[in-house]
């Protein structure tokens, strides 16, 4: 039941709610518009990961998508090397069209290396191989590289938060060489408020690029919703009694029987401060 | 409160205010005064003995002037009803004055003390005083996790509040 709830790679996302497709337009809008650095901020259950995978098979240039979840580091190392090592289908595809055009210089040295040694050129030179991978989707007319990071921080507690955020900055630091290239990060509203107490400098660039997901499921979101499970009038009044709810807890909703325990819908009465 | 505190408060409520105090017809104010004094010329004499009061001349009759401005403006403030606070709107304006400007969340931490300092309450006041209005009116605001202070609903933890709508 619960993989129901986990959007992943491979199944086809269905963007239920016209407010989540209508931040996925914004989103494509922003990478047409040359946004480099943009971010998805929402809290968890909003739809970041959803929004992040419905990107996959979009029609124009190459989209990597990077789940963090499991990878120990949060430097930049880590980070483009999990981008590389997640869509080796990608690389791949660009190699093998590089080798085609009889390419010369080091782009020809990356056109016929291994798997394994452009995720360990990742590893140890990360923005060099990240250029290399850009310059490499523009002489191709495949751009742009759209790169999508999922879970980046998990909370404001993370001890990793510097390393990532040192990422952002070397990315940021070198967005003129990689014109091609768009960083799309997810971000939870506390790592949000943790990255404008402790970095100002970055938190202004995020504000320029970023998504705020909506906290709560709107009529409209909830109406097209219920079409689609076909649900009766009594249980979407039933469900509108509950109070604003994020998308996950609605389709969790959907899939229980309206199940408030299991979808960890906060109806009890019992509030405190600890 | 003492008869000159009394004094005070009869001559702000039936006063002007003058260049030099506040200026009100001596009968007048005798008269008032006398509902709640036994002596109100001796009370009358007593300010000017104190130096806060003086008696001035006015057409045919006299005017007494109560001259302690720092006394008159505490009157003025006791006098003054506090501005109703809606609990909901101090909330709520606590909230978007916190929230940080991407997320739109605001610290649940930060929050208490916002409404210590607009009620001038204790702590512990103010965290009853959020949670009554977040149990009242549930449907307005939405959480996430974080922030410096655990607000347990149900079984969940959060830390960090945002307005709906």
Redesign the interface.
Same mark, same amino acid.
């Given at each position: 039941m619960q993989r129901i709830l986990v959007p992943n790679r491979g199944s086809r996302i269905k963007l239920l709610g016209p407010s989540w497709r209508a931040a996925r337009d914004k989103l494509l809008t922003m990478i047409d518009e040359d946004y480099q650095l943009i971010t998805i901020i929402g809290r968890a259950g909003a739809g970041k990961t959803t929004l992040l995978l419905s990107l996959e098979g979009m029609e124009h240039g190459i989209y990597m998508y990077a789940d963090m979840t499991e990878v120990k580091g949060r430097d930049l190392s880590a980070i483009v090397s999990t981008v590389f090592a997640d869509n080796i289908y990608e690389v791949r595809n660009v190699q093998e069209k590089l080798r085609k055009m009889n390419i010369k210089g080091i782009l020809k040295a990356f056109a016929k290396a291994s798997l394994d040694e452009v995720v360990e050129s990742a590893r140890l030179k990360p923005m060099e191989t990240l250029k290399l991978l850009n310059d490499a989707v523009e002489i191709l007319d495949m751009k742009p590289l759209v790169i999508g990071v999922d879970e980046g921080l998990l909370s404001q507690d993370d001890p990793r938060a510097v390393d990532f955020i040192n990422a952002l900055h070397a990315f940021r630091n070198n967005m003129q060489a990689l014109g091609s290239t768009k960083l799309i990060i997810t971000l939870l509203p506390d790592v949000v408020n943790l990255i404008s107490k402790i970095d100002t400098t970055i938190f202004d660039i995020l504000r320029l690029g970023a998504i705020t997901l909506p906290d709560y499921v709107a009529q409209e979101d909830l109406k097209e919703v219920a079409q689609e499970y076909g649900l009766g009038p009594t249980e979407i009044s039933k469900i509108e009694s509950l109070g604003p709810l994020t998308m996950r807890q609605l389709i969790c909703l959907m899939n229980t029987k309206i199940d408030v325990i299991k979808c960890g819908v906060d109806t009890a009465g019992e509030i405190s401060i600890e | 409160m003492d008869r000159v505190d009394v004094a005070y408060i009869i001559g702000v409520v039936l006063g002007k205010e003058d260049t030099d105090g506040i200026r009100i017809a001596y009968s007048t104010y005798t008269t008032t005064l006398g509902k709640w004094v036994r002596d109100p010329d001796g009370v009358v004499q007593y300010l000017i003995n104190i130096n806060k009061a003086k008696i001035v001349k006015s057409g045919s009759g006299r005017s007494v002037i109560l001259t302690d401005k720092e006394m008159m403006n505490r009157i003025n403030n006791l006098l003054t009803p506090k501005e109703d606070t809606d609990p909901l709107t101090v909330v709520v304006e606590g909230i978007q004055k916190l929230a940080?400007? &991407?997320?739109?969340?605001a610290? %649940?931490g930060d929050v %208490?003390k916002y409404i210590e300092s607009r009620l001038e309450i204790p702590t512990k006041e103010a965290?009853d005083f &959020?949670?009554k209005v977040?149990?009242f009116h *549930?449907?307005r605001?939405?959480?996430?996790? +974080?922030?410096s *202070? *655990? &607000?347990?609903?149900?079984?969940?933890?959060y +830390? &960090?509040i945002?307005v709906?709508g």
């Open positions: - | 940080n400007p &991407l997320s739109g969340y610290d %649940i %208490i965290e &959020l949670i977040i149990k *549930r449907g605001f939405v959480f996430a996790h +974080g922030g *202070r *655990r &607000l347990k609903i149900g079984s969940s933890y +830390g &960090l945002k709906v």
